[in-house]
């Protein structure tokens, strides 16, 4: 009854955090639009390059302080200890380093601006870029602390909070201070960062967590604590690392193909600005759900309740791959014309098209990733990225040179395959989960395609009728999403109840 209750109440918490979240994407996309008409795609590219930079600097100087924080302090509710104490421990251990290197970055301003060697680039930009992170910091321990305690609505609100004053300020600049230089592309981002996160920090601190004051013993030590920490801030940073070296590579290996300076980051800016939000747009749920997973299973990992954690799997499993079918079916449907609609061209379209098989794989590593964090398998994590990074990155530097854009897809299709098909061999491995894969894989893949067949058909006939094609698109996307649906549940009909799912997933 207990797990009954818990995955109604972690659904309910998934549905509210995807309400805000797929506002925030679909914000964010137009967004991305926007400052892609107004200053041109080659500048959004620098700007992503920027930003890249960025969040590495704030992994780096933050100690992934979310996934600390939401980890260790679930383990200790789940333990019954003293949770208020790991929380000094976590915002003590990530403020210290960041304000740190804040300070580094203070110094060595000038140095780095030289050494990155781009006029917009100044020592003030970076200056302005440094403050921010101790705001990014103790936001993300502020964070991991409510969804420790499940209050994922607060996150939520100061995301929107974030956004909307980020947005507000990039808007107003591009608009009347950008084109008659009176602002720099860069000093505008900085400036919509700082302003976006002390907003966000500000609506977070105005409201505090329930502690027990009875219970003074906690389960480790702050030394303890920063070797645990440890291997969460290595995951982390290798992936921000090996990230920005991935981006900074693509311009480049553009320029070998044979593209001028502004035709390599016009691409890049057109990849990191629509194609890659395109495809990562559908997967607000899997986001949410996978910040979720970190402390259910933090908590049923402290209580040695391994029964819930291969149930929670299977059915994570089974609803990411079925909703990403879905999405999948929907690109290959209609990539060129959402690409069109987005901004883009036919090539856009065209290479969400082809992406549109690697979707599956993209969800499941969001899902994955936070099973992963919430069994503590953060050493894995990190070997397995490098691994990842080390095929996408050999695939791009060997592809791109030959086969320009098209190399871009190669390489992260390449890595996405390889390395999701490992993490999910090691997820049911650490889980012991036999997996139901008639439900996980065939059943929604026939479904999907029944569905998907149907509804081409149905379109057929009514090709006749002029319409819009927003609104044929929306027509398809209903009819096939409620066909898929049905079929799904239908032939889900005779394992429906809990107790046969279970056995068959804790056979042996």
Request: charged share 10%; aromatic share 10%; hydrophobic share 50%.
């Amino acid at each position: 009854m207990t797990n009954i209750l818990n995955q109604r109440k972690m659904l309910s918490e998934t549905l509210f955090l995807s309400t805000f979240s797929v506002g925030l994407q679909g914000l964010g996309l137009l967004l991305n639009i926007f400052l892609t008409k107004r200053l041109g795609a080659a500048t959004v590219g620098e700007l992503t390059l920027i930003g890249s930079f960025y969040g590495l600097a704030a992994v780096l100087s933050g100690g992934s302080g979310f996934i600390a924080t939401s980890r260790f302090l679930s383990e200790e509710l789940g333990c019954g200890g003293n949770p208020h104490r790991v929380f000094q421990y976590a915002s003590r251990f990530c403020m210290g380093l960041s304000l740190s290197c804040t300070a580094l970055l203070l110094l060595l301003a000038p140095f780095a601006a030289d050494c990155i060697g781009r006029e917009a680039v100044t020592a003030g930009t970076i200056r302005l870029l440094s403050i921010s992170l101790p705001l990014s910091a103790w936001i993300a321990c502020l964070k991991g602390r409510c969804y420790a305690y499940n209050r994922v609505y607060l996150p939520a609100l100061s995301e929107c909070i974030e956004f909307i004053m980020k947005a507000a300020v990039l808007a107003f600049c591009t608009i009347f201070l950008i084109p008659n230089g009176r602002l720099s592309v860069l000093n505008a981002f900085a400036a919509a960062m700082l302003l976006g996160q002390g907003s966000a920090a500000f609506f977070l601190v105005m409201f505090r967590m329930p502690h027990s004051e009875n219970c003074t013993v906690c389960s480790f030590t702050f030394g303890r604590f920063i070797r645990l920490v440890l291997p969460v801030i290595g995951n982390a940073s290798l992936v921000a690392l090996l990230s920005s070296t991935n981006d900074a590579l693509v311009p480049l290996t553009l320029l070998q193909f044979g593209n001028s300076t502004e035709q390599a980051l016009a691409q890049f800016g057109e990849f990191e600005a629509i194609i890659i939000p395109t495809l990562f747009f559908p997967s607000v749920i899997q986001c949410c759900m996978s910040g979720l997973l970190v402390p259910e299973l933090s908590r049923c990992k402290a209580a040695k309740d391994s029964d819930s954690i291969r149930m929670m799997t299977q059915r994570v499993l089974e609803q990411t791959i079925a909703y990403a079918l879905f999405v999948a079916v929907i690109l290959l449907q209609f990539g060129v014309q959402i690409g069109t609609l987005l901004g883009g061209d036919q090539f856009t379209g065209h290479i969400l098209q082809l992406m549109a098989p690697v979707v599956p794989f993209i969800y499941l590593e969001i899902i994955m990733e936070g099973i992963l964090r919430g069994l503590g398998r953060h050493n894995f994590s990190t070997v397995n990225y490098l691994a990842e990074y080390m095929v996408r990155i050999s695939v791009l530097l060997i592809c791109v040179p030959l086969f320009g854009f098209y190399g871009i897809v190669a390489s992260y299709m390449a890595c996405n395959l390889t390395g999701n098909a490992v993490r999910l061999y090691f997820v049911l491995r650490q889980t012991q989960l036999r997996p139901v894969w008639s439900r996980i894989l065939l059943r929604p893949l026939f479904s999907v395609i029944l569905s998907w067949q149907l509804t081409l058909l149905t379109d057929h006939f009514t090709r006749g009728i002029p319409l819009p094609v927003l609104l044929r698109m929306v027509l398809f996307v209903l009819l096939c999403g409620g066909i898929y649906r049905l079929l799904l549940r239908y032939i889900n009909k005779a394992p429906r109840n809990a107790e046969p799912l279970r056995k068959t997933c804790l056979q042996g």
